[in-house]
C-alpha cells in the first residue's frame, strides 16, 4: 500500500510517501515568512500553503520515485490546527483523492505526532504513556491499544512550546522561540532566577505556563543591568522542563508501565531529554521520535494513514477540518 501524506495544520506545509511503513519520502517546507511577525500569522500560513502544496507533493513523488497513478490512497491532517491552513489542505487532498479515484481519510494530528515514534522504533509494545509536548498542546497519555486512549492530564493554558515562543518574544529572540531559548540557555545558569512552576510535585498530572510567563514578561521588565539574559533563559527553561519531567514520570509510575515515549516538537530538546534520562532512569524505555519526525512533518500523517486504511478506515469526500479536534 502507497499512501501520500499531506500536512498543513499551522505553518509547516509537508508531504510525504509511506510505502508499506516505510516511508520513502518526507517534504517540510517550512514557512520563514512569520518570522517577520514574531509569530504564526493565520491568513498567512493560508496562503503560504497554497503555494507550496503542489510543489511539496510533487518533490515528494519525485523523491519516492513514485507516480501519482501508483498512490493507494492519501491521508491528510483535519484538525487540530489554524482552520484556514487546514482546509488549505484538506481541499488539496480531496481534489486528489478525487481525480485519482482513490480513497481519502482525515487524520488526526496529535494522534499522528504519538505514532511518530513507531516510525523510530515498529517495535513498541502497549501500553505506554506518551508526554505530548508540542506548541499547541501538553498532554499525557497513556496509550492502551491504538485508538484506546486515555487522557491523563493537560495544560489548562498555554502549552509548553507556546511558553516558549512567547518568552522567546519577551527575551527578544527570533522564532521559534524554543530553539532560540534552549540555545541562549546553553551557557546560563538554570539556578539564577526562580520562576514558578505550578502544579509542581501536586498529585494532579495537570500543566499550567500562563503564570510562568507572565513572570517572565514582569521581571524582564524591572530587570537590571547586571541581568545576564542566558541565565534568564536558563532558569525559564528549566522552569518548563522540571514540570513536564516530574509529570511525566508521575505518570508513568503511576501507571506501572515500562515505556514511555515523548511527541511534538518540544521533544527535540536535548536539556529535556537529559534531564528525562537523569529522573526515569534505566530500567525504562524512553523513546524520542528522530528529530525531523519532532515537529510538524507529513510522515506520521502518511504513517498513521495507511495503519487506519489497512483496517478499512476511511473518509468521505465531504468531511469538514476541526480545528480543536481532540484525540478522545
Sequence with gaps: MIILGIESSCDETAAAICKNGNILSSIVSSQQIHKDFGGVVP????????RLLNYSVEKALDEAEIALSDLDGVGVTQGPGLAGALITGVCFAKGLSQSLNIPILGINHLEAHIYANFLTDPTLVYPLVCLLVSG???????VKEMADYELLGESRDDAAGEAFDKGGRILGLDYPGGPAIEKMAHNGDCKAI????????????EFSFSGLKTSLLYFMEKKDKSVVLADVAASYQKAILDVLVYKLATAVKRKNVRT?????????NNELRNMVKKTIGDEISVLY???ALCTDNAAMVAYLSQLYMEKG????IDFDVFPNLKVV
Design 136 to 142: 499547541g498542546h501538553t498532554q499525557l497519555w497513556l
Design 194 to 205: 526562580d520562576f514558578p512552576r505550578a502544579f509542581y510535585k501536586d498529585e494532579s498530572l
Design 260 to 268: 514511555c515515549v515523548i511527541a511534538g516538537g518540544v521533544a527535540a
Design 313 to 316: 478506515f476511511t473518509s468521505p
Design 289 to 291: 521520535p528522530e528529530p
Design 43 to 50: 491568513e498567512v500560513a493560508s496562503r503560504e500553503h497554497e
